[in-house]
């Protein structure tokens, strides 16, 4: 936190406000946040679509989920037939 003076409106006395550093830093917060919460959504809704009766339980955090997903939606690859350029 920061000591500021004169708020630029005029009302008077500020005292501490965040610094940029420190909002910088909770925008980046709140968007690991934002994005923790998509992942887990749709990680949630892939486990309950797709694979029901699998025991399972979505991790904390943002890159074990993101795997997560990745194996899920690995699972839901068709080999290719035989025979097939695919």
Excluded: F
Excluded at 1 to 6: F, L
Excluded at 14 to 26: D, H, I, T
Excluded at 45 to 50: D, I, R, S, V
Excluded at 54 to 72: A, F, K, Y
């Amino acid at each position: 936190m920061a000591w500021r003076g004169e708020v630029e409106d005029g009302t008077g006395w500020g005292g501490l406000v965040p610094s940029k550093a420190e909002r910088e830093q909770e925008r980046r917060e709140a968007a690991e946040r934002q994005a923790n919460t998509y992942a887990r959504t749709l990680a949630i809704a892939l486990h309950k679509k797709h694979y029901p009766d699998v025991v399972w339980h979505p991790l904390p955090d943002t890159l074990g989920l993101l795997t997560q997903i990745d194996n899920m939606v690995a699972g839901l690859v068709k080999p290719a037939a035989p025979g097939c350029d695919a």
